[in-house]
C-alpha cells in the first residue's frame, strides 16, 4: 500500500530524509519512521534562513530566525484526528557542527524519555478508508488548531510550523504508518500529488502529478 498526500504547507520547502534517497530515510527503523520525510522551509532564494552570523558557525541560534518557523501546517487529506500533543518547548536550532555533535549524542537519552521527547508537539490523523495514519511533528508549541475527535480536510491548517522535540532546526516531518501509536507502528510508503519541484542542481522546476521529492530538492503545492 502507498498512501498519496498533498503536501501540508504552502509556499516552498527543502526536502531532507527523503525516502527517494533511502529506505529507512532517517537511518533507522523506530517509531514508525521507516517511509518519513522531512520538509524545511525556505524563502525564494531557497535559504533556510537570511541570516548567517557567529551563531550559525559557532553555537544555537533562535528558532525565530527561521524561515519556517511559524508557517502554517495543513492536513495533507481528509481524516479524523486522533492523537494530538502540545506543550514541548521550541528550542534553540544548530546548524554549527560544534553544536550538533552534543545535540546528536543525546538522540539515545532522549528515546527513551518517550516519544514526546523526539516528537515534539505533534498531530496524527486517521487518514479516511485507508486504514493508515499521517502524523506531523515538531509542530511549534501553542499552535495546535485541532483536538481529537475533530474531523479535518486536506489544506486545513492544524498548526504551524516549530522546532520542538528532535529537531535540529524548524521543520515538519511527516510520516504514514500503520498505527497511531508509534511504538508499534510501522511505515507505510507516500507519494505527493500536485507539486511544483527544484531539483537540486537544476534551474528550471518541474510540474509533477503525482511523485516523491528528491534529496534537497525544493517543492511548492500547485494550485
Known amino acids: ?67 519556517a518557523f511559524g508557517r502554517p501546517i495543513l492536513a495533507p487529506a481528509d481524516g479524523v484526528v486522533v492523537r494530538v500533543h502540545d506543550g514541548e518547548d521550541d528550542h534553540a536550532a544548530r546548524r554549527s557542527q560544534l553544536a550538533l555533535v552534543p545535540y546528536a549524542l543525546g538522540a539515545a537519552a532522549r528515546l527513551r524519555e518517550g516519544v514526546h521527547a523526539v516528537a515534539g508537539n505533534h498531530v496524527t490523523v486517521a487518514l479516511a478508508g485507508s486504514g493508515a495514519f499521517v502524523s506531523l511533528v515538531h509542530l511549534r508549541r501553542g499552535c495546535l488548531r485541532v483536538r481529537v475527535g475533530d474531523a479535518v480536510r486536506a489544506g486545513q491548517q492544524v498548526a504551524a510550523c516549530g522546532n520542538s522535540g528532535n529537531s535540529t532546526q524548524p521543520h515538519v516531518h511527516v510520516q504514514v504508518t500503520d498505527s497511531a501509536d508509534f511504538f508499534v507502528a510501522r511505515g507505510v510508503p507516500i507519494t505527493f500529488r500536485d507539486f511544483r519541484e527544484w531539483p537540486r542542481g537544476r534551474g528550471e522546476p518541474l510540474d509533477r502529478v503525482t511523485g516523491l521529492p528528491d534529496e534537497r530538492s525544493v517543492v511548492e503545492p500547485l494550485a
Open 1 to 67: 500500500m502507498t498512501v498519496t498526500l498533498a503536501l501540508p504547507f504552502h509556499g516552498r520547502w527543502l526536502v531532507q530524509n527523503s525516502p527517494a534517497r533511502r529506505v529507512p530515510s532517517h537511518g533507522v527503523d523506530v517509531l514508525g519512521q521507516r517511509y518519513a520525510i522531512d520538509f524545511v522551509g525556505v524563502d525564494s532564494r531557497h535559504r533556510t534562513a537570511a541570516v548567517r552570523d557567529w551563531r550559525t558557525a559557532l553555537g544555537t541560534e533562535p528558532p525565530e530566525r527561521f524561515v
